[in-house]
């Protein structure tokens, strides 16, 4: 994957939809690891504008910088991605 895959249209993304979508989706990682969820919820939700939009390349981004720190999976990203785009396209983003 790219960045450049993912829209960089910015759209409302509120911290219940966050936390509900991370936490009721089947991410492999945050099973075994739920400090992971956390922190990605976390830093999904510290990284949206004021307003509190955010694009997918945006999520894309910080999720690669938690895996390049080790702190994620590729799994945990690539799941991650993956129940954000359906949201995005469930709310006609």
Known sequence: FSSAKYSTAEHALTE?????HLTNMHVRGFQTHPEREK????TILARR??????SLQQVYELLTHLKDA???TKYD???VMNILLELYKQKGA
């Not at 219940?16 to 509900?20: D, R, S």
């Not at 922190?39 to 976390?42: A, E």
């Not at 504008?49 to 955010?54: N, S």
């Open 16 to 20: 219940h939809e966050v936390k509900h």
């Open 70 to 72: 080790n702190q994620i």
């Open 77 to 79: 990203r690539d799941d």
């Open 49 to 54: 504008r004021g307003d509190g939009k955010i």
């Open 39 to 42: 922190l990605v919820q976390d």
